[in-house]
Structure formats: structure tokens, C-alpha cells
């Protein structure tokens, strides 16, 4: 059974830094890439951040480029996300998301290009 553990979420003030990880299981976590994906309160999902099944290719949204950095941990069957100098506008459940290909390229916004997602983890940028 594919498993997909978000962990990490909080509440931080603005110009703060969170780590969310996705603990993986139940697949072969280094032949697919991964993908974080968030919802904020009464909008759709926005595609964050993504990565390649080695780490060695990424894509992030325009609004997150600089801020936040997407890594993975093969031998712990981990992904991450470090985000950076948080906004009031990330605030959002944070999903992680399995892909159905080893690399995607630019077709990384596609909902068909997943087949697992987590269950969140919620962020909160606030004073």
C-alpha cells in the first residue's frame, strides 16, 4: 500500500523558515519524482515545487523560486521542502505528491501525472 506522510507543518511569522517532509512507503520511492502541491483556505491547488527521481532536475513556481528549495532522501525514502522568508500568502495545506513517471519536465502541473497524494500539513504564516 503506497503511503504518503506529510510532517513539519506549524504556525510561523512572516520572514520564518518551516521544513515539511514526506516520508514515502509501499513503492520504490527512487523511480518516480515527487512533487509538493498546496491549497490554501477557498482556492484550487498550486503547484509548488518538483523534483526528478535522482534529484538531479527541479521546477518551482515563479513565486517560490529563491525562497523555497525541494530535496529528496533516497536511502530514507524522504522528500522534502525548505521554505524560506514565508509570506501570509503561503499559508496552505502542503501536499506531497507521487508521480507516475520517473521525470515529468515541464508537464509537472499536470494532475494526470499523479497517482499518490499525502494527507497535509498545514501551514500557517502569521504574526
Known amino acids: 500500500e503506497v503511503q504518503l506522510v506529510e510532517s513539519g507543518g506549524g504556525l510561523v511569522q512572516p520572514g520564518g523558515s518551516l521544513r515539511l517532509s514526506c516520508a514515502a512507503s509501499g513503492f520504490t520511492f527512487d523511480d518516480y519524482a515527487m512533487s509538493w502541491v498546496r491549497q490554501a483556505p477557498g482556492k484550487g491547488l498550486e503547484w509548488v515545487s518538483a523534483i526528478s527521481w535522482n534529484g538531479g532536475s527541479t521546477y518551482y513556481a515563479e513565486s517560490m523560486k529563491g525562497r523555497f528549495t525541494i530535496s529528496r532522501d533516497n536511502a530514507k525514502n524522504t522528500l522534502y521542502l525548505q521554505m524560506n522568508s514565508l509570506k501570509s500568502e503561503d499559508t496552505a495545506v502542503y501536499y506531497c505528491?507521487?508521480?507516475?513517471?520517473?521525470?515529468?519536465?515541464?508537464?509537472?502541473?499536470?494532475?494526470?501525472?499523479?497517482?499518490?497524494w499525502g494527507q497535509g500539513t498545514q501551514v500557517t504564516v502569521s504574526s
Open positions: 505528491a507521487k508521480a507516475v513517471l520517473d521525470w515529468y519536465g515541464s508537464s509537472w502541473t499536470l494532475p494526470s501525472m499523479y497517482d499518490y
